[in-house]
C-alpha cells in the first residue's frame, strides 16, 4: 500500500515541479509592451451595505490622475440596508469634478447578486474600457492609468494584485492571509506570461466592453452566485482569441479591507472551492492532480512520523516543493514590493497543506454564506 502511495506521490512530485518551475518562467515573459491611447473608461462597483466603506473608494476614484473626461464611475446600489446611498448622494453634492452615477437596483437575485448588480452598471456604461472593483477597495492615483496602459490591441482582459491591506496586517491571521494572497496572484501573473491565465480576482480587473459582450456576459455563468471574475476569465479562454495580460506593477496594487474574522475567511475560502468542478476538464485535471499531491503529503508525512512507514520520502518532497514554491513567491513578491510577507513563509508552509486538503473537500459539501460577520 506505502509503495504504491510513493510511486504517486513522486509522480506528482516531478509534475508538480513542472508546473511551478513553468509559473516561475511566465513571471519574466509578461509583456513590457505599452498601450498609448487613453481609452474612456467606466468603472462599474456593486455595492451593498458598504456605509463605511464607500466615501474612502470615491475619494480614491476622484483622485486618479487619469484625465477626469476619460472615465466615469458608475456605483451600483444592491438594495442597501444601510446608509450607503446617502453617502453617495453626499459625496457627489460636494464634488462635482468626478462623474459619478449612481444606480440603485430594484429587485435582487439571491442565486448571483453580484453579477446581476454588476450587469446593471455595465448596460449603464458607455466606456471602451470596465474597470471594476470592490467598495471596500482603495486604489491608488495611478490604478485607471496603469490597468490601461496594458490594453494593446490584442489584450482583452487585465487583471491586477488586490492585497488584504486595510489597514495594514498587525497579526499572524492578517500575515497568513496576505501571504494566502500573494501566493495566488503569483499564480495568476505567472501563468499570465504564458498567454493563459489561470485566475483572477474581481477587485483588480479590466476588460473591454466588447469581449464582456462577446462573450455574452454573465448569462453562461449566471447560475454560480460567484465568478464574476475568473469563470469569466475562463469564457473567454474559451470563446474568444483575446489575450489576458496580468500587471505587476505597484502603482495598480488595489489594497482591499481585511477580513475581520476566520468566519469570514472561512465561508469565502468554501465560496471559493466551491468553483473547483465547473471549470474546463483540463483545470479540473489539473486542480486534481494538485489536490492528490497535497492529500498524499498530508497523510504519509504523519504516517512516517508515526512510524508507520519506513521510508522518509515524503519529507524530501515537502523539502522540494518548499523551496520552489518559496523562490517562485519571492521573484513575485520582490516585484510588487511585497517581500515583507515571505517572513512567514516556513510556518505558513506547514499549515499550507491540511488548508488546501480541507478547504478544497468541504468547497464541495459545505453551503457558505455569502457575507457573514
Same mark, same amino acid.
Given at each position: 500500500?506505502?509503495?504504491?502511495?510513493?510511486?504517486?506521490?513522486?509522480?506528482?512530485?516531478?509534475?508538480?515541479?513542472?508546473?511551478?518551475?513553468? =509559473?516561475?518562467?511566465?513571471?519574466?515573459?509578461?509583456? +513590457?509592451?505599452?498601450?498609448?491611447?487613453?481609452?474612456?473608461?467606466?468603472?462599474?462597483?456593486?455595492?451593498?451595505?458598504?456605509?463605511?466603506?464607500?466615501?474612502?473608494?470615491?475619494?480614491?476614484?476622484?483622485?486618479?490622475?487619469?484625465?477626469?473626461?476619460?472615465?466615469?464611475?458608475?456605483?451600483?446600489?444592491?438594495?442597501?440596508?444601510?446608509?450607503?446611498?446617502?453617502?453617495?448622494?453626499?459625496? =457627489?453634492?460636494?464634488?462635482?469634478?468626478?462623474?459619478?452615477?449612481?444606480?440603485?437596483?430594484?429587485?435582487?437575485?439571491?442565486?448571483?447578486?453580484?453579477?446581476?448588480?454588476?450587469?446593471?452598471?455595465?448596460?449603464?456604461?458607455?466606456? +471602451?474600457?470596465?474597470?471594476?472593483?470592490?467598495?471596500? @477597495?482603495?486604489?491608488?492615483?495611478?490604478?485607471?492609468?496603469?490597468?490601461?496602459?496594458?490594453?494593446?490591441?490584442?489584450?482583452?482582459?487585465?487583471?491586477?494584485?488586490?492585497?488584504?491591506?486595510?489597514?495594514?496586517?498587525?497579526?499572524?491571521?492578517?500575515?497568513? =492571509?496576505? =501571504?494566502?494572497?500573494?501566493?495566488?496572484?503569483?499564480?495568476?501573473?505567472?501563468?499570465?506570461?504564458?498567454?493563459?491565465?489561470?485566475?483572477?480576482?474581481?477587485?483588480?480587473?479590466?476588460?473591454?466592453?466588447?469581449?464582456?459582450?462577446?462573450?455574452?456576459?454573465?448569462?453562461?455563468?449566471?447560475?454560480?452566485?460567484?465568478?464574476?471574475?475568473?469563470?469569466?476569465?475562463?469564457?473567454?479562454?474559451?470563446?474568444?482569441?483575446?489575450?489576458?495580460?496580468?500587471?505587476?506593477?505597484?502603482?495598480?496594487?488595489?489594497?482591499?479591507?481585511?477580513?475581520?474574522?476566520?468566519?469570514?475567511?472561512?465561508?469565502?475560502?468554501?465560496?471559493?472551492?466551491?468553483?473547483?468542478?465547473?471549470?474546463?476538464?483540463?483545470?479540473?485535471?489539473?486542480?486534481?492532480?494538485?489536490?492528490?499531491?497535497?492529500?498524499?503529503?498530508?497523510?504519509?508525512?504523519?504516517? +512516517?512520523?508515526?512510524?508507520?512507514?519506513?521510508?522518509?520520502?515524503?519529507?524530501? @518532497?515537502?523539502?522540494?516543493?518548499?523551496?520552489?514554491?518559496?523562490?517562485?513567491?519571492?521573484?513575485?513578491?520582490?516585484?510588487?514590493?511585497?517581500?515583507?510577507?515571505?517572513?512567514?513563509?516556513?510556518?505558513? +508552509?506547514?499549515?499550507?497543506?491540511?488548508?488546501?486538503?480541507?478547504?478544497?473537500?468541504?468547497?464541495?459539501?459545505?453551503?457558505?454564506?455569502?457575507?457573514?460577520?
Amino acid at each position: 500500500m506505502f509503495s504504491i502511495a510513493y510511486i504517486v506521490l513522486f509522480l506528482l512530485t516531478g509534475f508538480y515541479i513542472i508546473c511551478i518551475t513553468v =509559473l516561475l518562467l511566465g513571471l519574466f515573459r509578461i509583456p +513590457e509592451k505599452r498601450n498609448l491611447v487613453q481609452y474612456s473608461v467606466s468603472v462599474v462597483v456593486a455595492a451593498r451595505n458598504e456605509q463605511d466603506n464607500i466615501l474612502p473608494l470615491l475619494q480614491a476614484l476622484a483622485d486618479q490622475t487619469y484625465p477626469a473626461e476619460k472615465y466615469k464611475v458608475i456605483i451600483v446600489d444592491d438594495m442597501s440596508e444601510d446608509k450607503t446611498v446617502l453617502n453617495v448622494q453626499t459625496f =457627489l453634492e460636494k464634488n462635482k469634478t468626478i462623474n459619478i452615477k449612481l444606480i440603485q437596483t430594484t429587485t435582487r437575485n439571491v442565486q448571483s447578486p453580484k453579477k446581476q448588480a454588476l450587469e446593471l452598471g455595465i448596460q449603464h456604461a458607455d466606456g +471602451e474600457i470596465l474597470l471594476l472593483t470592490d467598495a471596500d @477597495c482603495v486604489p491608488p492615483t495611478g490604478w485607471i492609468g496603469g490597468m490601461v496602459s496594458r490594453f494593446t490591441p490584442d489584450v482583452g482582459l487585465v487583471a491586477g494584485y488586490s492585497p488584504y491591506e486595510i489597514p495594514k496586517p498587525d497579526g499572524f491571521f492578517s500575515w497568513l =492571509l496576505a =501571504l494566502d494572497t500573494l501566493s495566488l496572484a503569483s499564480v495568476a501573473a505567472g501563468s499570465s506570461g504564458w498567454g493563459k491565465m489561470a485566475t483572477c480576482n474581481g477587485r483588480n480587473l479590466a476588460y473591454r466592453k466588447k469581449v464582456f459582450r462577446q462573450v455574452d456576459g454573465f448569462s453562461n455563468i449566471r447560475q454560480f452566485i460567484s465568478g464574476d471574475d475568473d469563470l469569466l476569465l475562463q469564457q473567454i479562454h474559451k470563446h474568444t482569441d483575446w489575450k489576458t495580460c496580468y500587471v505587476i506593477d505597484p502603482a495598480t496594487v488595489v489594497p482591499t479591507l481585511r477580513l475581520k474574522s476566520f468566519k469570514q475567511f472561512f465561508h469565502q475560502r468554501i465560496r471559493h472551492a466551491s468553483k473547483g468542478l465547473v471549470y474546463t476538464k483540463k483545470k479540473i485535471i489539473f486542480l486534481s492532480a494538485i489536490y492528490l499531491f497535497n492529500l498524499l503529503l498530508f497523510l504519509l508525512i504523519p504516517a +512516517e512520523l508515526l512510524g508507520f512507514s519506513g521510508n522518509h520520502s515524503a519529507f524530501l @518532497c515537502l523539502l522540494f516543493k518548499s523551496m520552489l514554491e518559496f523562490i517562485f513567491m519571492y521573484v513575485f513578491a520582490i516585484q510588487i514590493k511585497r517581500g515583507k510577507y515571505l517572513m512567514i513563509f516556513p510556518l505558513a +508552509e506547514i499549515l499550507h497543506i491540511p488548508y488546501v486538503v480541507v478547504f478544497a473537500a468541504l468547497g464541495q459539501f459545505v453551503q457558505f454564506k455569502w457575507k457573514t460577520k
